[in-house]
């Protein structure tokens, strides 16, 4: 690892330095880390006061449980409908804002604050409007010939969620197609105009492809806040109901393990997610080690 | 520009416009029915002008606060939050900068070690170790405390690696001449690289207040003692009360106010917070 040519001689100093950051990474991240592990090989009876060590067993029950199997594809769902809604919507308007010269602080500034607002805040502003009794969307999805309930209906609930998490990110995604537009060469394009490109083909075969490893990014990046960062958009919506039908990895993590008190199953799940996090987190890692080589 | 073509100008700030509409809409909303009285909202649908409680309203929010649904003043609730956001950032940039400053500047035993086990805090969010996090705080007594809901959340590998890529392009010379000149270690990180970090710490700051902020889930495990209560979480109870509906203008006033200080932060300070965002993602 990288560190400077000339560096101080202290022996003692360094270990104090990282004291405070070691000490809360090893109590509050590692500790309880390896107690979820522990806790999913173990089956606690009903009163809670003694564990049996069964190895597998909470795994394998996960396993061959269809609520679980259920709960995975509706995140696979949400997550890549997030993603996708998202980051499109973001790049039409990331490109566009690329277009306008005088106004794009204006337009950047209304487009960017969404980012500070906290996930369970954007899911009550989107239950207000889509409020079956009176929310506006609601109202005019009736008007339409739409009988929207997403009480009682699990595929609307699943339409909510996934608008208000996409709503939030959109800025997020804006300003780094943004950043990524600004770093395609002027010259590239001006060439292209001059060989007789228009505005659409130049997008397509020169901007977008140069834009890949903006794009890459982002999809991991969106992957990861679809499954992860989404807990209070479903909370303050749907409470993964109806019927299960928004109930994600990480919520059901929540309505298993601390409603439910099913300590087993909900570590088995935890470490399951560790797992999913750990090798999203190497995609991203290994990729940017590649983008720093460019 | 390269050509001009008048029809897509025109399309691009239609585009635009439709962009900031989807945007601004859920909130110009918010912001509507918070200044409407009680019974405005009996009629079926929600009004689109702005009505003439919002004064009352929002005073009735902060000082007052609906009790019936174990929510205390938004006052309270907002001071919360405003304690724990900015003593998360501040302690996250602390402990952050003083771990990337002895992994860079000192080559000691572990080292490695010890730069991993911060890597290991990326993967574990506290979404998917609730329970044992929770029973850990528990065993420590830090439930319904400040420290309890600030200290756990203060690891960071981000801003660890932040400072650490910065610290590598401060040129070597400086430390030399420092040296030279007979300054210790702590001066040096007193006296040169602190000055040298200021940008970062500030965009840093920009992006971890809000972190801090936006917190949900953590809140909500540790705080049964309404006097803790951050405003993200309150607003929760206020809106599920049992099966009700909700008093739309008081959620709605709450949801304004607990959505402006991060949101001020953001546009008054945006070269910052884009730096921060854009630089912690590498």
Same mark, same amino acid.
């Given at each position: 690892m990288q560190a400077k040519r000339t560096i101080f001689p202290n022996k003692i100093l360094p270990y104090m330095l990282l004291v405070p950051q070691l000490a809360v990474t090893l109590i509050f991240f590692i500790w309880p880390a390896l107690q979820a592990v522990k806790s999913s090989f173990e089956l606690a009876d009903s009163w809670g006061f003694q564990t049996t060590f069964v190895w597998f067993e909470n795994y394998r029950r996960l396993f061959v449980d269809p609520n679980y199997f259920a709960s995975v594809g509706k995140t696979a769902i949400f997550a890549f409908s997030v993603t996708a809604l998202s980051m499109s919507l973001s790049l039409i308007l990331a490109v566009a804002v690329n277009r306008v010269l005088r106004t794009n602080r204006l337009y950047t500034t209304l487009l960017v604050w969404p980012y500070a607002v906290a996930p369970v805040v954007v899911g009550i502003l989107w239950w207000f409007m889509f %409020?079956?009794?009176?929310?506006i969307a609601s109202y005019l999805l009736r008007a339409a010939g739409v009988d929207w309930n997403h009480r009682m209906d699990g595929n609307d609930a699943m339409i909510l969620v996934i608008i208000a998490a996409s709503w939030k990110q959109i800025s997020y995604n804006f300003l780094f197609f943004v950043a990524g537009l600004q770093s395609v060469p002027q010259s590239l394009i001006e060439a292209a105009a001059i060989d007789g490109a228009g505005p659409f083909k130049r997008f397509w075969t020169i901007v977008f492809p140069l834009l890949s490893p903006t794009t890459f990014f982002l999809l991991i990046v969106n992957m990861n806040y679809a499954m992860f960062d989404t807990f209070g958009i479903i909370d303050a919506t749907t409470?993964?109901?109806?019927?299960?039908?928004? %109930?994600?990895l990480v919520y059901k993590v929540y309505t298993d393990g601390f409603l439910g008190q099913n300590i087993g199953s909900s570590s088995a799940q935890s470490v399951v997610l560790m797992i999913v996090v750990i090798a999203l987190t190497a995609i991203q890692f290994r990729y940017v080690e590649r983008r720093v080589q460019y | 520009m390269i050509e001009n073509r008048p029809f897509l100008a025109f399309l691009t700030h239609l585009v635009l416009i439709i962009g900031v509409i989807i945007v601004v809409f859920p909130v110009y909303l918010a912001f509507v029915a918070s200044t409407h009285g009680s019974g405005d909202f009996m009629r079926g649908l929600v009004p689109l002008l702005p009505g003439p409680h919002m004064i009352e309203n929002y005073s009735f929010m902060l000082n007052e606060g609906i009790s019936t649904a174990g929510a205390p003043p938004l006052s309270i609730m907002l001071l919360n939050s405003l304690v724990m956001a900015i003593a998360i950032a501040v302690g996250k940039i602390i402990i952050s900068i003083l771990s990337a400053y002895a992994i860079v500047f000192f080559k000691f035993p572990f080292r490695m070690l010890a730069f991993w086990i911060i890597f290991i805090t990326l993967m574990l969010p506290v979404e998917v170790r609730i329970v044992p996090t929770f029973k850990v705080v528990a065993d420590l007594g830090m439930l319904n405390s400040y420290p309890g809901l600030i200290i756990p959340l203060i690891a960071s590998a981000t801003a660890t690696f932040l400072f650490r890529q910065f610290f590598l392009t401060v040129p070597d010379e400086l430390m030399e001449a420092a040296r030279v000149d007979g300054a210790g270690p702590m001066k040096f990180f007193r006296d040169i690289l602190l000055p040298l970090s200021r940008t970062n710490i500030a965009a840093l700051f920009v992006i971890l207040f809000i972190y801090g902020w936006v917190q949900y889930l953590w809140p909500l495990l540790v705080t049964t003692d309404s006097r803790y209560y951050t405003v993200v979480m309150g607003i929760k109870r206020l809106a599920a009360t049992a099966d009700a509906e909700p008093q739309w203008n008081f959620v709605m006033a709450a949801v304004i106010l607990a959505m402006l200080p991060p949101v001020l932060v953001v546009i008054l300070m945006q070269r910052l917070f884009v730096k921060g965002l854009v630089e912690t993602e590498k």
């Open positions: %409020n079956p009794t009176i929310g409470q993964g109901g109806p019927a299960q039908a928004t %109930n994600t | -």
